[in-house]
């Protein structure tokens, strides 16, 4: 194997999290190396981007799973098997990531996230959270989060209005929110009726142009209605590509290395020395010596890499001793309302991936949990990401999946049907959690990451209790047939379509129960700082892109401040 | 850009049969063209689309309106399955002349057929519900091997093959094959096929012509979607609905 130079700073991945840490790192003098395991991308490479098959059907921008995937069990009765086509997560690949296919909705979560345990614990006592799941406060609060969210939304130009039963901003939103449409309004007014307080949903698809910190221009979003799963061919949404990236190329001091796949991180046992990576391409393997190793792939590889690495202590279920693969979470998407309309057509072909509008009083602990069995809550929410007709053909139900009356109820509603939804939060529970699978391995021999997960009593009953809400929300705004789904099915690997994971390699103030400080620094290897939504403690109900890049300007002020003084910085 | 957008298109639209009067492919109700008809008319050499037929049936001059993995029994089966799937009626044409069969002749084709970017290791267990298919078998075989059942079990149980029956008793064997409960091989059962069957025949409706279906963008027509325009700011935030001419990735080169 090749050994190459050694560099100060290597960075495992180029989505957000790598962009952003590259970014920083670089305008502040410090040279590093970035490894992507997929091809370089551009804006322009999107001119034939308004493809729904190839991109959404065919996962264009996504990991290529013939080389490496999940397995899944729902719990430790079954046997994991390998999700061998996409289903549910869609990993990205590439530069970028998936700040490249994202559909660009970026909150910040609530003070209430970051102290969950102490705030449920003074608000309801002690016995409030059953034992069985695994809530623990952050190490840091949301006040002290708050910097780093603004920065974060400065770069990106998040476009959005300020919400009172949110987290105090510093600065209101760099853009205006985004278009209202007749769907959103019928949703506003309806809400309004009922006494809540809808806004319109925090969108990195940008409202108007927009100019960054960094002197980055972009154009304003046009509602193409081709941006989950897609890339945007204006730079209208916020990518890693047409923000971060560019900045740091710009310094001289980025090494960005293409089709370069990391397999294990090199460690003595207490620190990291570099990362061995394959070229994709020819195959050829090389050792890059490092002093500083960044990981910041997806959640998934962020875990898997720990482990086939063997840095920290895996998660044991049964002893709840260890804490790589611990408080893996996910969220909860059933509970919506589908509401159809025999006489009215709305344009629904176009939208953006970012343009809906929510209320806030089921979010978090903004509605009383006392008499509920179970803590944190949803955001209810109508949006129009554009219905593209592979993916979107509503029938009520009871229609045949195919034949006639399928043809002629998918096309009578295909721009009379819109939905009220739910996104729970989903917590974290001591029987869920990733480990590797002893079976199945990748492309390279080393095994894949075992999921073992599935949805708990807690997500259940938020789910029947959000379902009522979204049915009162759709029976105000009215239609000629309503649906409500009131009950959220066991998890299934093939069907759910929400690629919000988090934990895995969680921070925390104790070494005990977390596996990173709150600079996302190891407590067992201090020279590892591991990267992304990995970092969540539990999972909320919010999308959680927001947080991830707050979290990625923290730990770049860590790295800057450990390059100065190494050891921990806690 | 190339934005097709014209203001008399900007119309509330109250006739679900606009897109027949658009494309101007009806004659007395009878939908023509098609693949087949293409194969027996004469071709004329000349360009045509759907906006210049006036009546008569002209040649398909499109070139890759042709079969790359089908044998013509193949494809005629699929074509006769995919119809059952999504059929002609009154709002407009169904799989079959939609070209389906040869988007999906096309698919089968491809690396997908050959399952490229799915994984593909063992063991194959047998799957809970929750986990998703474990299937060994890849898609393009999947997919023949459900076209000759459907075949031999029509020829078993209604001593015909299956193109020849009549669409009640189609629906009938596509129902017993969406259910499992047919053998297709060992270790194979039909409900892999059918659902592949469904999946496909929604895509070959509604993906952009240039896989192969969606003949003339009349996919889209039918439930009026707009295809790839570059901006939809306007249209959003209008109340009444607007109707746009489709436009499909090819008007988008060059740019």
Known sequence: ?570 | MADKRKDTNEVVDSTKRRFIKNSGLTVGGLVLGGALGGLVSVNTGSKTNSEEVTGTPKADSNPNAALMFFTPDQHQITEAAAERIYPEDDLGPGAKDLDVAIYIDHQLASPWGGNDKAYMSGPFHKPEPTQGPQIKVLRKNLFLLGIKGLNDYSNKHYDSEFIELEGDDQDDILKEFESGKVNLHPGVTSDHFFTMLRTLTIEGAYADPMYGGNKDMQGWKMRKFPGSYMSLTEEIQKDSFVELEPQSLKDHMGH
């Open chain 1, 1 to 570: 194997m090749k050994k190459l130079p050694k560099v100060p700073v290597v960075i495992v991945g180029m989505g957000w999290a790598g962009g952003i840490i590259a970014s920083e790192l670089t305008k502040a003098g410090v040279e590093v190396v970035g490894l992507e395991r997929g091809k370089d991308r551009q804006t322009k490479d999107y001119m034939m981007g308004h493809d729904e098959l190839r991109y959404q059907h065919r996962a264009e921008l996504m990991q290529d799973l013939s080389k490496e995937t999940i397995t899944h069990r729902n719990n430790e009765k079954m046997k994991a098997l390998p999700m061998r086509s996409y289903g549910t997560f869609i990993v990205g690949d590439g530069v970028g990531g998936a700040g490249s296919h994202w559909n660009g909705q970026t909150y910040r979560f609530l003070p209430y996230d970051f102290e969950i345990k102490s705030l449920t614990e003074k608000k309801y006592g002690k016995n409030k959270i059953k034992p069985e799941y695994l809530l623990q406060d952050w190490g840091l609060t949301y006040d002290e989060m708050e910097p780093y969210y603004d920065t974060f939304e400065k770069m990106a130009g998040i476009s959005g209005e300020t919400v009172e039963l949110y987290g105090k901003r510093s600065n209101p939103y760099p853009t205006g929110p985004m278009l209202k449409t007749p769907v959103l309004e019928e949703f506003e007014e309806a809400t309004k009726n009922l006494g809540y307080s809808p806004y319109m949903i925090p969108s990195a698809n940008l409202s108007e142009a927009y100019e960054n910190p960094d002197g980055i221009k972009r154009s304003a979003c046009q509602y193409c209605a081709y941006c989950e799963n897609f890339g945007c061919e204006y730079g209208a949404k916020s990518d890693p590509v047409v923000t971060v990236i560019p900045v740091a190329k710009q310094t001289g001091n980025l090494d960005l290395r293409t089709h370069s796949n990391v397999i294990r991180v090199l460690n003595d046992g207490k620190k990291a020395t570099g990362v061995v990576y394959a070229d994709t391409i020819t195959g050829e393997e090389f050792e890059q010596p490092a002093d500083i190793v960044v990981l910041t792939s997806y959640v998934f590889n962020n875990v898997r890499l720990l482990l086939n690495s063997k840095i920290g202590t895996p998660y044991n279920p049964k002893t709840g001793k260890g804490t790589i693969g611990k408080n893996y979470a996910y969220q909860v998407s059933a509970g919506e309302s589908t509401l159809f309309f025999d006489d009215k057509e709305y344009n629904l072909y176009g939208g953006a991936g970012a343009l809906g509008i929510e209320i806030p009083d089921y979010t978090g602990d903004n509605f009383d949990h006392k008499d509920l069995n179970f803590l944190h809550g949803a955001g209810i929410r109508t949006t129009q990401y554009g219905d593209r007709p592979i993916a979107n053909n509503p029938i009520p139900s009871g229609t045949p999946s195919w034949g006639a009356d399928f043809k002629k109820q998918s096309i009578k509603y295909a721009n009379s049907t819109f939905k009220v939804k739910s996104q729970g939060a989903s917590l974290p529970h001591k029987d869920n959690y990733l480990d590797l699978d002893p079976t199945y391995k990748d492309e390279y021999g080393m095994p894949l990451l075992r999921m073992t997960y599935d949805y708990t009593e807690q997500d259940k009953e938020l789910v029947k209790y959000m379902s009522k809400i979204t049915k009162k929300i759709a029976e105000e705004i009215g239609a000629d047939h309503i649906e409500t789904q009131e009950e959220q099915a066991p998890f299934n690997v093939n069907k759910d379509t929400n690629t919000h994971n988090t934990g895995g390699v969680i921070m925390g103030a104790d070494p005990e129960t977390s596996a990173v400080n709150t600079y996302l620094q190891m407590w067992d290897a201090d020279n590892v700082f591991v990267i992304g939504a990995s970092a969540f403690p539990h999972n909320s109900c919010f999308n959680p892109t927001g947080t991830l890049g707050a979290l990625s300007y923290r730990a770049s002020e860590g790295i800057l401040k450990y390059i100065d003084k190494p050891g921990s910085l806690v």
